[in-house]
């Protein structure tokens, strides 16, 4: 009680820690989050015509658009990647164990025609969060303030316009296998083999060099693998093997007959602010261009001696992404 005023409230100090040397500047900045987030929610009405748009028949084996109406423009999404097993889970069972954390984000923008476009995001990108006085990582956001202030951070970093990202995903290991399961496996081609046994997260890695074909738990293990606390790069290009996988088991004869039923067993491993009918429609227009998704991520500046944050490379014009139409490259 003794950071308490007389009539009960947080004295001063405790404000500071709560909210930074400028907690009035902070307190803004959520409020404004929050207020965004319900105009996002409105304004949203423009992108499906109907509230939850139903196919009125099966979906067709070769049409996309059957699974539901497309959007009528670009969406952008951000997907949390966390290091539980469930969504729900209290623990995240890794190592140190805790509440979940985000290990993997994406911005994922899909409209109907065009290559899907994907920003992986630097998980240990120093940035500055709400009541720390020091530079923490992104990926300390989520941890911080879930959802919400974890897409105001990247708006920010990025450079995006108002209301970005539009809808989010956060996905659990679990939702990750139950997706490569049922969409029946998928390929990659890995330039190397992968041993490695974690016994403080009680994991182990066990995949051949090669194009090999692998199940939910193998997905899993090449997402998850980073034997070097420091090389969050190295992971992330493993990563983004598998989303080209994903990708191309999406264009499979089978999928589209497939994804209500995957839609329906992901949805209910994940926190999202999609219906399962608004996910098919976005799934119908990024199966509506053959071209696999054009995966970008932020230019850093080199590390700095023992550093594990990482920063920006300076003077880059925003926004960071999406690259115009026609500019986009491959990284």
Known sequence: ??????????????????????PFRTILRIAAAVAGASLIAGGLGVIWPKPDPIAAEPPSADDPASLAPLPKRPVMVLVVGIDADGIHDPSNRAAPQGPANADSLMLIQISPGDPVQVLQLPTELAVNLPGRTTMQSLADAYPL???????????????????????????????????????????????????????????????????????GQQAEQLARYRPEPKNDQARRSRQQSLLNGIHEQLNQPNAIALLPYVIGEVSAQMETDLTPMEMMSLAAAALSSNQ???????????????????????????????????DAADN
């Not at 009680?1 to 400028?22: A, C, I, N, Q, V």
């Not at 108002?162 to 296998?177: K, M, T, Y």
């Open 1 to 22: 009680m003794k950071d308490e005023g007389p009539t009960g409230d947080p004295s001063p100090s405790r404000l500071k820690r709560w909210f930074g040397s400028h």
């Open 292 to 326: 696999p998704p054009v995966i970008t991520q932020l230019e850093l500046a080199p590390r700095t001696g023992q550093q594990v944050m990482r920063e920006l490379k300076p003077n880059q014009q925003l926004p960071l992404w999406p690259a115009p139409p026609g």
């Open 145 to 215: 303030g879930s959802v919400a202030l974890t897409a105001d951070v990247i708006a920010e970093v990025v450079g995006l316009k108002e209301g970005e990202p539009e809808r989010f995903v956060v996905i659990a290991r679990q939702a990750l296998r139950s997706l490569v399961d049922g969409l029946g496996e998928v390929e990659v081609t890995l330039n190397q083999s992968y041993k490695h046994k974690d016994s403080a997260q009680n994991y182990s890695v066990n995949l051949q060099a090669g194009r090999q074909t692998l199940n």
